[in-house]
T-cell receptor
């Protein structure tokens, strides 16, 4: 089955700096990669996703890059703000079979004001 | 509250008790999921239902028994649980199986004493 590794497990940045979270996956047939954000005491919510037919996707201060050859994808947050503080989860899915999301272990991001 | 709701939000039960968790989605989605979230572990998929049929049972112990009476409701029946079953249990729904955003409920914080 799919295995997703996520690094780092914790990340602390100064407000205004950039944050990068990296994930690797094992199943070369995986083709859908979402990122979820979970604020303290709240439910996970999708913030951005990417499919394997593109290499990069941006949404305001958030971007995700995908390297299919190396089987890794990354979340980039620019101009971080205190409200970006949360746990971020990456996930991977082979949408053609199984339809199951495999999640990484999460990254706790702290943005220092 | 709209979207995906879960009750109860908190539950303390003894190992010999029987209890049920309830999930309801108001989004008209066809797929529903149960996840277990433990500290420092990835989100673990437990069960997947599509149009009220179970399509995934992820090697979950039989002390957890799901029920999906219709596409809007999902239950997780619990009996003779172990202390290591203490966790946050999250319900989610999506438009269909596959690469669609999953909408999570607020979760039930379960403590087994």
């Amino acid at each position: 089955g799919e295995n997703v590794e996520q690094h780092p497990s914790t990340l602390s940045v100064q407000e205004g700096d950039s944050a990068v979270i990296k994930c690797t996956y094992s199943d070369s047939a995986s083709n859908y990669f979402p990122w979820y954000k979970q604020e303290l005491g709240k439910r996970p919510q999708l913030i951005i996703d990417i499919r394997s037919n593109v290499g990069e996707k941006k949404d305001q201060r958030i971007a995700v890059t995908l390297n299919k050859t190396a089987k890794h994808f990354s979340l980039h947050i620019t101009e971080t703000q205190p409200e970006d503080s949360a746990v971020y989860f990456c996930a991977a899915m082979r949408s053609s079979s199984g339809d199951k999301l495999t999640f990484g272990t999460g990254t706790r991001l702290a943005v220092r004001p | 509250e709209t979207g995906v709701t879960q009750t109860p939000r908190h539950l303390v039960m003894g190992m010999t008790n029987k209890k049920s968790l309830k999930c309801e989605q108001h989004l008209g989605h066809n797929a529903m999921y149960w996840y277990k979230q433990s500290a420092k572990k990835p989100l673990e998929l437990m069960f997947v239902y599509s149009l009220e049929e179970r399509v995934e049972n992820n090697s979950v112990p039989s002390r957890f028994s799901p029920e999906c009476p219709n596409s809007s409701h999902l239950f997780l029946h619990l009996h003779t649980l172990q202390p290591e079953d203490s966790a946050l249990y999250l319900c989610a729904s999506s438009q269909d199986l596959g690469p669609y955003e999953q909408y999570f409920g607020p979760g039930t914080r379960l403590t087994v004493t």
